[in-house]
């Protein structure tokens, strides 16, 4: 799956984002709303991953669907 495939089933793909990572929350993915980098950046706040690091955690993401 690529992502131009994520962001038109960005509703639909909220949930799996959700179960992989849990904090999270429902205004966020809404903020977020399919744009990678918004994510990425999530990613880094929430998780305290570097800017690489969570654009390898979306990388395989990507290849888990």
């Known amino acids: 799956m690529n992502w131009d495939q994520v962001q038109g089933k960005w509703k639909e793909m909220t949930?799996?984002?959700k179960?992989?990572?849990g904090q999270l929350t429902?205004?966020?993915l809404a903020e977020i709303?399919?744009?990678r980098e918004r994510l990425e950046g999530k990613l880094q706040s929430k998780y305290g991953k570097t800017k690489e690091?969570?654009?390898a955690e979306v990388d395989r993401f990507l290849n888990e669907y």
């Open 53 to 55: 690091e969570a654009k």
């Open 33 to 35: 709303d399919g744009n």
């Open 26 to 28: 429902d205004d966020e």
């Open 19 to 21: 179960a992989k990572w």
């Open 15 to 17: 949930g799996n984002v």
